[in-house]
Antibody, heavy 127, light 110 residues
Framework: QVQFQQWGAGLLKPSETLSLTCAVY????????WTWIRQPPGKGLEWIGE???????KYNPSLRSRVTISVDTSNNHLSLKLISVTAADTAVYYC?????????????????????WGKGTTVTISS | SSELTQDPAVSVALGQTVRITCQGD??????ASWYQQKPGQAPLLVMY???DRPSGIPDRFSGSSSGNTASLTITGAQAEDEGDYFC?????????????FGGGTKLTVL
């Protein structure tokens, strides 16, 4: 049973760097997309980006210039860095596990889903 | 990147059937997955792929897809089904294979 433990600064000033870490416990670290998603207060979900254990990453085009997602496979830690934050970055940040494995065990790129979510970390940007 | 469109709010009488829809170009070539979120909680996967339910999700939840529209149907809605529902899929536009979410549908069980 995969579980996450998230931590990081919850209050930042504009222009600072947001840094969050997520420890992944249980299950395999390979074959999945380790993902960050955020949700501004009262709004919907926004995909930030993902990384595979091999290091290949993809980012939301709207955030690509400011975001870095990394993974430390020695301790199964997933990290998020977002530079030059503004009030618009205020949100609950979730680490999550993405997969494209079918119930039959095949891997299909059109079968994507997020099956495990962290509890979320509230990050507020305020001067 | 492409977008996924959902109705902002839907209501259903207790025990009746409700369909929540999600529209977008990415759904022509990718399956949608569906998440239920209750206040103060992380989202929960309730449906994915062709019509696959994670373990523990009641069989009153089902999924379907046609063209650019995916649907989540709850047959015999219960009070505990009230919450926000989000769809998502891979976004194959520009070869990015990124991920997109719908804006969410607030389901009220009357």
């Amino acid at each position: 049973q995969v579980q996450f433990q998230q931590w990081g600064a919850g209050l930042l000033k504009p222009s600072e760097t947001l840094s969050l870490t997520c420890a992944v416990y249980g299950g395999s670290f390979s074959d999945y997309y380790w993902t960050w998603i955020r949700q501004p207060p009262g709004k919907g979900l926004e995909w930030i980006g993902e990384i595979k254990h091999s290091g290949g990453s993809k980012y939301n085009p709207s955030l690509r210039s400011r975001v870095t997602i990394s993974v430390d496979t020695s301790n199964n830690h997933l990290s998020l860095k977002l530079i030059s934050v503004t009030a618009a970055d205020t949100a609950v940040y979730y680490c999550a596990r993405g997969s494209d494995q079918t119930p039959q065990g095949a891997w299909r790129s059109d079968y994507y889903y997020i099956d495990v979510w962290g509890k979320g970390t509230t990050v507020t940007i305020s001067s | 990147s492409s977008e996924l469109t959902q109705d902002p709010a839907v209501s259903v009488a207790l025990g009746q059937t409700v369909r929540i829809t999600c529209q977008g170009d990415s759904l022509r070539t990718n399956y949608a997955s569906w998440y239920q979120q209750k206040p103060g909680q992380a989202p929960l996967l309730v449906m994915y792929g062709k019509n696959d339910r994670p373990s523990g999700i009641p069989d009153r939840f089902s999924g379907s897809s046609s063209g650019n529209t995916a649907s989540l149907t709850i047959t015999g809605a219960q009070a505990e089904d009230e919450g926000d529902y989000f769809c998502n899929s891979r976004d194959s536009s520009f070869n990015h294979l990124a991920v997109v979410f719908g804006g969410g549908t607030k389901l009220t069980v009357l």
